[in-house]
């Protein structure tokens, strides 16, 4: 896709939203946020948004800049299903974007939470989160939250 360097990132009249904000006791936290739609100059409502991916520790802490696209929220919507039957996930595994590994322990309470960016920085982070009850739940509302606030094409 061709951007116009002009137009940047399209921002909606509602401000960011998280897609995903996994963070629990101890201050570990790992965060997708969606800050709007790439705007292109080919298409000015084409089908993928942008946003980063963030992750804080009290030991580490960084971000990168990531992109979603409407087949992502579609895996996303079965990696949350297989996280709800107790299954670990892996979501945008062998794609050209940042990778996220949930691998859950103690039933549905922890979680080991691995970013992997293979394409660019080449650099994994793996932190541990205490999960925060109806985390579950409330990570459905928010993948309808993104949807709502940014349509697209579901493939």
């Given at each position: 896709m061709v951007?116009?360097?002009?137009?940047?990132?399209?921002?909606?009249?509602?401000?960011?939203m998280d897609l995903i904000h996994l963070g629990g006791i101890g201050?570990?936290?790992?965060?997708v946020r969606?800050?709007?739609?790439?705007?292109?100059?080919?298409?000015?409502?084409?089908?993928v948004l942008v946003g980063e991916i963030s992750i804080e520790t009290p030991f580490v802490r960084g971000s990168i800049k990531t992109w979603i696209f409407p087949q992502?929220?579609?895996?996303?919507?079965?990696?949350?299903?297989?996280?709800a039957v107790?299954?670990?996930?892996?979501?945008?595994?062998?794609?050209?974007?940042?990778e996220l590994h949930?691998?859950?322990e103690e039933g549905l309470e922890r979680a080991t939470v691995s970013v992997a960016d293979r394409s660019m920085s080449l650099a994994t982070?793996?932190?541990?989160?205490?999960l925060t009850?109806?985390?579950?739940?409330?990570?459905?509302?928010?993948?309808?939250?993104?949807?709502?606030?940014?349509?697209?094409?579901r493939i």
């Open positions: 951007v116009n360097p002009r137009a940047g990132v399209g921002m909606e009249a509602h401000g960011p201050g570990n936290s790992v965060v969606v800050t709007g739609r790439e705007i292109g100059a080919l298409d000015p409502h084409p089908d992502d929220l579609t895996d996303w919507e079965t990696a949350l299903n297989n996280l107790g299954e670990s996930i892996a979501w945008r595994e062998n794609k050209r974007a940042t949930i691998d859950l982070v793996q932190v541990t989160i205490d009850d109806g985390w579950l739940e409330d990570h459905l509302c928010r993948l309808d939250g993104v949807r709502q606030a940014w349509p697209m094409r």
